[in-house]
């Protein structure tokens, strides 16, 4: 008798929904341990538990139930995991591995000791640290929290001596990281998959746009991106996931920086599936989720081949609009071939509560696909209709 594995995911969130589908396609079970009743995974999946991811019996009894554990984001305590590990568990990421997406500090030490371009940075425990290192990189500096930041959270721009005042609160015991303010002309992301047995694979390099410290809009693959860049980049991101040992999808956010050694700089690393590859859904013969899927079991990894010229992925944020589907008629119908992801959350204000996917359709320009993906979360978001379009309609339609 055949049985399918049961996969574990720790966190219910936008992340773990996505899983969801892939999951059932493959005739896998997906169990979430999810930290309340109401988040986003919950409504997708036939069994979700709700629990403290910190607490040691909770995760415990958790994993017991499952083949193999992995995550929807990169908070749970590395220590419980590592006992989880001792136990048997099988745990893809590793606990030695998620630490470099935990820790920012180590993170840079990995990327220094690899030969990859890192940001000038050093580790501080002060305000004079902070000084003396701006004294030799120049002025503005950022400060940041190793742990617990994202989406600009955890994040401290000193732009002159003065700014040092406002950063004294962020000392409470510690080191924190420091890193020269680099003057990127954008930010660019490359996703990789590798499973266990050390196959790998990763999908074109992406440009993400950030709005006001959140991913807005991700470009695949990024316009104008020199090859040489995109392949030392992607070798870069590989060599990252062989070396530090990864399973499961990873996400390299990098900065490009013309004129400098390497045209680039490593800026983060997220050991899951990520914003920047939301885009893969529909725009790869094998989306990211369920390549996770795939490489945590260590099953042969899917083709990342892109199945259009140009795709675009345009983030939802909560807006003035608060009944999405009652916005559905005029979004839907203002781009048909455009996809919807919704991730069943409440509106709030800038809230990620879904995006759209837009892929070119033929010999479309970037600029018809760009618009289109906006058109359509811009309907959802304020629940208004612009004016009406026919540009990409399907021929035969009304």
Known sequence: MVTFPVIGVIGGGQLARMMAGPAIELGFELRVLAEGPDVSAV????????????????????????????????????????????????VHPSPAALLHAQDKLVMRRAVEALGLPNPAWRAVTGTDDVAAFAKDTGWPVVLKTPRGGYDGKGVLVLRNPAALADAESWFTGGELLVEEFVPFSRELSVLVARRPSGEAAAWPVVESIQVDSVCDEVIAPAPE??????????KAALKLADQLGVTGVMAVELFEVPGSAAGY??????????????????????????????????LPLGSTAPVARYAVMKNILGGANADLFGA??????????????????????????????????GD??????????????????????????????PKGSQ
């Not at 320009?365 to 979360?377: C, F, G, I, N, Q």
């Open 43 to 90: 409504a997708a999946v036939a069994h979700a538990e709700v629990g403290d991811y910190r607490d040691r019996a909770t995760l415990r009894a958790f994993a017991a139930g499952v083949d193999v554990v992995t995550f929807d984001h990169e908070h749970v305590p590395g220590g419980l995991l590592e006992e989880l590990e001792r136990e048997g568990v099988a």
């Open 328 to 361: 559905y008629p005029g979004a839907l119908s203002s781009g048909p071939s455009a996809k919807v992801h919704v991730y069943g959350k409440d509106v709030r204000p800038g809230r990620k509560i879904g995006h759209v996917n837009s892929i070119a359709i």
């Open 225 to 234: 991106l020199a090859p040489d860049i995109a392949a030392a980049v992607t």
């Open 265 to 298: 700089l490593v800026n983060e690393l997220a050991m899951r599936p990520h914003n920047s590859g939301h885009w893969t859904m529909d725009g790869s013969l094998t989306g990211q989720f369920e390549q996770h899927l795939r490489a945590v079991l260590d």
């Open 364 to 393: 479309e320009s970037l600029e018809t696909v760009r618009t289109r993906a906006t058109r359509v979360a811009v309907l959802l978001r304020d629940g208004t209709v612009p004016p009406s379009t026919d540009q990409d309609r």
